[in-house]
């Protein structure tokens, strides 16, 4: 325990003691323990877009096991994927990373304008595999939101009073945006602000673009002088849309990429007071050991940041 864990704590001081633990547990594990900063391995990429996409280009993948080794040996905060991945690992892994139960899931087998994933885990099954905390999707635009956020609202009900922390993605997407729209500067800063109120503990969106999608905020940032222009910049508004920076705001790694790409990504949000980052096929897909190589030189940018 740190000043620094026990600050943001206090922001969620109406919550449970079970609840404080398990986000004190996530915050004081791995490399970068006690710093307030958070670098978690997602694995749910097999379901939502099949298995030879996701891990052909490193078979190891194709083992549940091998992403607890790789959550582990890289010093991960957490590791969070489906139940399928976490129950065929939990209790040869229990105790040695926390876990992130992912509890609704999408497939790419079919693909509408509006998107709403099936719920596919349960919180009794959160506890039963040991799990931190429980993940939620939600895709604001989306003409099915408002399921979404009905089902959000009775699954963080009970998560919370079970004593696990909430992990919400925030994705953006449906007939409501358009594709440009999805990481639009004030569409994913919207997402933040719906997750706060929502009621997640800890948020998930991905770098926002300089693009504004909503005709009525493009006047309101060009009258406000709201700056944009940097991605340490955008990054410093989305989380300002997250109360102010009083929850926790981390951000996703995105689709494959080169190494230098992606530490450039990790600094900007670093610089911008992100909180953190969730990065997956930019991890699993590499070798372990150039896995391990990357996820430290994230948590080395996120250390000096703290």
Known sequence: MTPRVREILSWYRTENTGVLTNISRLLCSGNLAGTGKLVIL?????????????????????DPTYHFELAKEAGCNAYAAPLGFLAAGAADYAGEVPLILKLNNSDSLYSG?????????????????????????????????????????????????????TVLWSYPRGSGISKEGETAIDVVAYAAQIAAQLGAHIIKVKPPTEYI??????????????????????????????????????????????EDAVLDEIRGIAAGGGFGSIVGRNAFQRSKEDAISLLAQIQNIYREAA
């Not at 895709?139 to 998560?159: D, K, N, Q, V």
């Open 42 to 62: 997602p694995v749910d990429q097999g379901f939502e877009h099949g298995p030879a996409r996701s891990f052909a280009v490193n078979s190891a993948g194709y």
């Open 113 to 165: 304008d509006d998107p709403y994933p099936a719920i596919t885990g349960s919180v009794d099954e959160a506890l039963r595999l040991g799990c931190s905390a429980i993940g939620f999707t939600i895709y604001p635009g989306s003409a099915l939101r408002g399921e979404m956020y009905g089902e959000l609202r009775e699954i963080f009900e009970e998560a919370r009073s079970k004593g696990l922390a």
């Open 213 to 258: 999608e909503q005709a009525a905020a493009k006047k309101v940032y060009e009258k406000q002088g709201i700056g944009i222009g940097t991605l340490a910049e955008r990054i410093g508004h989305v989380v300002d849309s997250a109360f102010s920076g009083r929850r926790i705001v981390i951000f996703s790694g995105g689709a494959a990429k080169g």
